[in-house]
């Protein structure tokens, strides 16, 4: 069954520096999101992201963010210069296309724990 | 500001039991729903979902319900086994005009005594 992958499982930084966190989504899939969990908190959305472009962005995502598509199977988050606050797990997700208003089931990868030191 | 949110935190039942997971929202435009069950350390994993044009959906062991008037719905698992303990989310999925984005609860933890 396809799935949603992502690397690294588990990403340790200092303050300041910048991470990129790497997903390759499911292969006929066409929307992608980015999705973070502070440890026992609820999944916040973060970004959407279809046809090359954000579609839709939180609050959270600041300038401090981007996401890039930079071929066709990769999907990546990165953070320019991490904040201790940006502990957290970082969830991958992707859908396949648009079912009226709404897009298909997303599903997500498995995550990736980013720790700033 | 619109939300969507849990009844409960943690709900405890002993294994072959019946288990009900509430939740309730707030965006009476809200018209698709989705549980997701979450284990230690690993990203949402998809149960079931609803369309507002439904008051019910049946999954394998799994039962969504939607009352629209109250905004509520629920998930119920039919006979619980120790591998249906996990964290349990609602979520709203938004139309495309806000991006797909989903909208989490809070989520229930669900403990299942042997």
């Known amino acids: 069954e396809p799935e949603v992958t992502q690397t690294p499982s588990h990403q340790v930084t200092q303050m300041g520096q910048e991470v990129i966190l790497r997903c390759v989504p499911i292969?006929?899939?066409?929307?992608f999101y980015w999705y973070r969990q502070i440890l026992g908190q609820k999944v916040e959305f973060l970004v959407s992201?279809?046809?090359?472009?954000?579609?839709?962005k939180s609050e959270i995502f600041d300038d401090q963010f981007s996401v890039e598509r930079p071929d066709g199977s990769n999907f990546t988050l990165k953070i320019r210069s991490t904040k201790l606050e940006d502990s957290a797990m970082y969830f991958c997700?992707?859908?396949?296309?648009?079912?009226?208003?709404?897009?298909?089931?997303?599903?997500f990868g498995p995550g990736t724990r980013l720790t700033v030191l | 500001g619109e939300s969507v949110g849990l009844h409960l935190p943690t709900l405890s039942v002993q294994e072959g039991d019946n288990s009900i997971i509430n939740c309730a929202y707030s965006?009476?435009?809200?018209?698709?729903f989705i549980w997701y069950k979450q284990e230690s350390g690993k990203g949402p994993q998809f149960i079931i979902d609803?369309?507002?044009?439904?008051d019910k959906r049946q999954g394998q062991r799994v039962t969504v319900l939607l009352n629209k008037t109250v905004k509520h719905l629920s998930l119920q698992i039919a006979a619980t086994q120790p591998g249906d303990s996990a964290v349990y989310f609602c979520?709203?999925?938004?139309?495309?005009?806000?991006?797909?984005?989903?909208?989490f609860g809070q989520g229930t933890e669900l403990s299942v005594k042997p």
């Open positions: 965006n009476s435009a809200s018209d698709y």
């Open positions: 609803i369309r507002s044009n439904m």
């Open positions: 979520a709203e999925n938004r139309p495309l005009d806000q991006g797909g984005k989903l909208i």
């Open positions: 992201f279809y046809n090359n472009e954000i579609s839709e």
């Open positions: 292969s006929n899939h066409l929307y």
């Open positions: 997700a992707s859908s396949a296309r648009a079912g009226g208003r709404s897009t298909d089931t997303q599903y």
